[in-house]
């Protein structure tokens, strides 16, 4: 039975019990009114309502988010719970979260375990709650908390909530025992006036004010997503109409979001990074000892993520003073988590305290994972894996941070190539979710379930890739990247290119992120290639600023010009450098409109993806998008470059026909014909079918 009623002396006890998340689907939503009724018997004197297992109510269940709508809907289920006559006690062990959270929010009390978790991630989902959690929550603790939480989808613990009023009381005995304990007090009390009388609140003009500061900083940052800004307009209606009136709004603006095009795409990347956190059967092995080699930026990034988990780590480095620079850029960057207030001194020091500097790998000998963050040639990964192979437990994992090695050939210098894999972290790799998994040839199963169980313990979102140069997303970066340099050579700026992309939702246009990232960087990696491996005209303005020493932020001139470490208009060099390269490859500029742009550089980035899921480098489209949202700034509400092109349908393949056929088409892969876009795992949506 989906919610359980016990009756425990005169408490009628309601369970929902829904796996592994207790999500409320239609048959808990019917449970919940048909418990509520059982309670308005004269046998019972309240009613504790609470989840199975860890969680309380992890919200609607997202999967009937995509088909028509089938009642009860939840409205109905939180109206009659808060008329219930029986006083109603929330139970809330773990996470109440959305449609749960809006249930604990109809009950006439809340209790809490210290370890639960309130929020309402509707935002996340495209969507706002649906079921009063606008209207309610802004009359029930500070309107600007609560415009922040459904903003954000931010969620609030236990002794938050206690402290802004979201609940009555922290258990301090077992959930359960607690909860009755509070029950039997209630038993017959008439309830509380305050708690009906919510509804009626006097709008405070400071409030509103605020609020449309906050929906303006919000509507910029959230890159082109709606929700956001719906969620705050829903807040400032709350504090200013009756409670009935803003319920009705909020009920026509979740319809409405719900069934469009960006709650789809959210929906997409919400479960596309659950199917690729799954691996192999295997189970993992228990990883309680890391070690780093080498505390450059990265390593000391990998190092404090994997420390931030509350994993002890050696970070390694071959000199003192390298050493010395690596864990100061780690004080500095937990001080800076202290300063900002997202972290106690007291968490700051345990989480540096637990990286341990070493000039050798002695204390190496007993890590169950090591991963290697050094220089990026092979020549000093073959060393380092000689020697990790050499000291490391017969059983340590080896890994490689390599960005574009191959990682059998570093597996290969070992005496055990099914222990090696790749773990691709991404710039700062402790803020960065994305980390892409490199199965080698011969990577164990359980191997690579322990490397996708470390992952997520890390808290990061997990790729498996296969070996190839770039893996999945560089790959992809070099075809987007292509497209936006060949885009400069037939006629637009890099402002151009940059501004259309930003406003496509990318976090940073191409430029800019050149730029970030020092030009020479990638000027490196290309000399390093094969000749033929890549198109030479999309790549020449960027070697042509490279030899004037025009590197980007760090020369304070690359594609743009920096002031105090702010653009400062477009370089003008740039020009001169692009009429020689037009000159060179024999192109004639026209003017390019910013569909154009969007289209090359988005699809681009699709086509490589499709191509890379076919030769198997991943396992499904899915995990292409996962990749893109996660590492490279492209926005989760168009839900990935594959997802997006596939919502284009047949004129985004003709598109890729017409850019294919073009005068540097040759780099297109092969995609563009029907039913590239409709490969295993990413059928057709029928979300637009919902009500
Ligand atoms: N509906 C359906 N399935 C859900 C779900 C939901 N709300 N929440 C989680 N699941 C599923 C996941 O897909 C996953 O399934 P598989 O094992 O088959 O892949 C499983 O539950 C476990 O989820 P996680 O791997 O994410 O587990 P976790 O322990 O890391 O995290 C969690 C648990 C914090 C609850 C996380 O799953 C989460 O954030 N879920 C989404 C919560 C949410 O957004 N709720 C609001 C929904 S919208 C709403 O509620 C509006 C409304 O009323 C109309």
């Not at 062990?93 to 009390?109: F, I, K, R, S, T």
């Amino acid at each position: 039975m989906p919610v359980h009623q016990d009756i425990i002396g005169r408490i009628l006890v309601l369970r929902v019990d829904n796996p592994p998340v207790n999500a409320l689907s239609k048959i808990e939503r019917r449970g919940l009114i048909e418990g509520i009724a059982r309670g308005a018997s004269d046998d019972v004197d309240a009613i504790v309502l609470t989840g199975a297992g860890a969680s309380f109510i992890a919200g609607a269940d997202i999967r009937e988010f995509g088909k028509p709508p089938e009642p009860p809907h939840l409205p109905e289920v939180v109206e009659t719970i808060e008329a219930s006559a029986k006083p109603v006690i929330a139970a809330i062990a773990g996470q109440a979260l959305g449609g749960g959270l809006e249930v604990a929010l109809a009950c006439h009390y809340r209790l809490a375990e210290a370890g639960a978790r309130f929020g309402l991630p509707e935002t996340t989902l495209g969507i706002v709650p649906g079921a009063g959690g606008t209207q309610r929550l802004p009359r029930l603790i500070d309107p600007m908390l609560a415009a922040d939480m459904v903003a954000t989808g931010k969620s609030l613990d236990a002794a938050s909530a206690l402290r802004t009023g979201l609940i009555d009381w922290i258990a301090d005995q077992p959930i359960d025992v607690a909860a009755l304990g509070h029950a039997r007090s209630l038993a017959g009390q008439p309830l509380d006036e305050r708690r009906l009388s919510e509804r009626n609140v006097e709008p405070s003009p400071d409030a509103i004010e605020d609020l449309a500061l906050l929906k303006a900083e919000t509507v910029k940052k959230s890159r082109g997503a709606i929700a956001p800004g719906v969620a705050i307009d829903l807040v400032a209606k709350a504090l200013q109409s009756p409670y009935d009136v803003g319920v009705a709004e909020e009920r026509a603006r979740f319809l409405e979001l719900r069934s469009g095009s960006q709650a789809a795409a959210l929906r997409h990347i919400f479960f596309a990074e659950r199917e690729a956190a799954k691996g192999p059967a295997e189970a993992p092995r228990s990883i309680e000892r890391v070690g780093v080699i080498g505390a450059g930026t990265m390593g000391a990034g990998i190092a404090m993520s994997v420390a931030d988990a509350g994993i002890p780590v050696v970070l390694v480095e071959q000199t003192e003073a390298a050493l010395g620079a690596g864990l100061d850029r780690i004080a500095r960057a937990y001080g800076e988590a202290v300063a900002r207030n997202r972290l106690s001194n007291d968490v700051a020091d345990e989480r540096r305290n637990s990286i341990t500097g070493a000039t050798g790998y002695d204390l190496l000998a007993n890590a169950d994972l090591i991963i290697e963050a050094a220089f990026e040639t092979m020549d000093v990964k073959d060393a380092i894996f000689k020697s990790l192979d050499a000291i490391a437990r017969s059983d340590a994992i080896l890994a490689t941070n390599t960005s574009y090695l191959d990682i059998d050939a570093i597996a290969a210098v070992t005496s055990r190539p099914s222990q090696v894999l790749g773990l691709h972290y991404f710039s700062p790799a402790n803020v960065m979710k994305l980390l892409e998994i490199v199965r080698g040839r011969e990577t164990d199963p359980t191997v690579l379930a322990t490397a996708l169980a470390f992952a997520r313990r890390t808290g990061k979102v997990p790729v498996v890739a296969g070996v190839c140069h770039g893996f999945i997303g560089n790959r992809m970066l070099r075809a987007y990247n292509r497209e936006a340099g060949l885009l400069l050579l037939e006629g637009a700026t890099p402002s151009q290119i940059d501004t259309a992309l930003t406003d496509f939702g990318m976090a940073m246009g191409p430029f800019a992120v050149a730029d970030l990232s020092g030009i020479d960087i990638g000027h490196k990696g290309r000399q390093a290639m094969e000749p033929g491996a890549y198109e030479p005209a999309a790549f020449r303005v960027h070697d042509g600023l490279v030899s004037c020493g025009f590197l980007g932020r760090k020369t304070a001139v690359g594609f743009y010009r920096y002031a105090s470490g702010k653009v400062d208009g477009e370089n003008a060099d740039v020009a001169d450098i692009v009429a020689a390269a037009r000159k060179e490859f024999a192109v004639s500029p026209r003017s390019i409109d910013p569909e154009e742009i969007v289209e090359r550089c988005i699809f681009a980035a699709a086509a490589e993806g499709l191509q890379i899921v076919k030769e198997g480098i991943a396992a499904r489209p899915g995990d292409v998008d996962v990749v893109y949202v996660n590492g490279y700034g492209f926005p989760r509400h168009r839900g990935g470059p594959i997802f997006y092109l596939r919502e284009t349908g047949e004129a985004g393949l003709a598109a890729i026909r017409r850019y294919a056929a073009g005068p540097f088409g040759r780099w297109w892969p092969d995609v563009g014909h029907p039913g590239a876009i409709e490969p295993p795992g990413i059928g057709k949506s029928t979300d637009k079918d919902a009500a």
